[in-house]
């Protein structure tokens, strides 16, 4: 049961340009949308997040954009690095039943330089 | 604080063999989570505990997959018998039970069954 879809699968993009990745939940209970960013060889590490009574939040080169009403949210770069390069995770929790937290299925970003 | 530690890193073994993964969460932290990696499904969660007592085991796939958390300082995932459909890198990670304490992975262990 996939209740949190993200996309692209995979994304090239040029050293400078803005990296977009998408998500999509179904499950109106989430109220916490984590980013985590992994480098190959190591666990996933938390980037940046935001809860669903915030339209947008940033930081550094990182923004999170949530739209409630379509249950959609997406990760921004910009200026996008080489140091990047890595996969990225939506994610989405809930209050009740423990904070279980699930996971969209990733994306892989290579930054060209 | 030397984050949530895995063992072993990698661990190669034969079909039929019964499997022992380890974690050390971070101290403090209430909640524990087993996630299994592999690039067909992704990151899926397999277990998690609260207060060392397993709430939702929904997401292991067989009886063959057993976890257990005896103090809040340890937890093993065991497979027996292991087989090579188990191959994937297996992540503990530990986290505060409040909404929007971040997930702390460990580096993962690395499973291949042959």
């Known amino acids: 049961q996939q209740q949190v879809k993200q996309s692209p699968q995979s994304l090239i993009v040029q050293k400078g340009g803005i990296s977009i990745i998408n998500c999509a939940y179904e499950n109106t209970a989430f109220d916490y949308f984590p980013w985590y960013q992994q480098f190959p060889g190591k666990g996933p590490a938390l980037l940046i997040a935001?809860?669903?009574?915030?339209s947008e939040k940033k930081e550094g080169r990182f923004t999170i954009s949530f739209n409630k009403s379509a249950k959609q949210f997406s990760l921004h770069i910009m200026d996008s690095q080489p140091g990047d390069s890595a996969t990225y995770f939506c994610?989405?929790?809930?209050?009740?039943?423990?904070?279980?937290?699930?996971f969209g299925a990733g994306t892989r970003l290579f930054v060209k330089a | 604080d030397a984050g949530v530690i895995q063992s072993p890193r990698h661990e190669v073994t034969e079909m039929g063999q019964e499997v022992t993964l380890r974690c050390k969460p971070i101290?403090?932290?209430?909640?524990l989570f087993w996630y299994r990696q592999t690039m067909m499904r992704g990151l899926e969660l397999l277990i998690y505990f609260n207060n060392n007592v397993p709430i939702d085991d929904s997401g292991m796939p067989e009886d063959r997959f057993s976890a257990k958390m005896p103090n809040a300082s340890f937890s093993t995932l065991k497979i027996q018998p292991s087989e090579p459909r188990d191959s994937a890198v297996y992540f503990c990670?530990?986290?505060?039970?409040?909404?929007?304490?971040?997930?702390?992975f460990g580096n993962g262990t690395r499973l291949t069954v042959t």
């Open positions: 101290s403090g932290h209430n909640s």
């Open positions: 990670a530990s986290s505060f039970r409040v909404v929007g304490s971040p997930l702390h």
């Open positions: 994610a989405a929790s809930r209050n009740t039943g423990g904070f279980k937290t699930i």
């Open positions: 935001i809860r669903p009574d915030v």
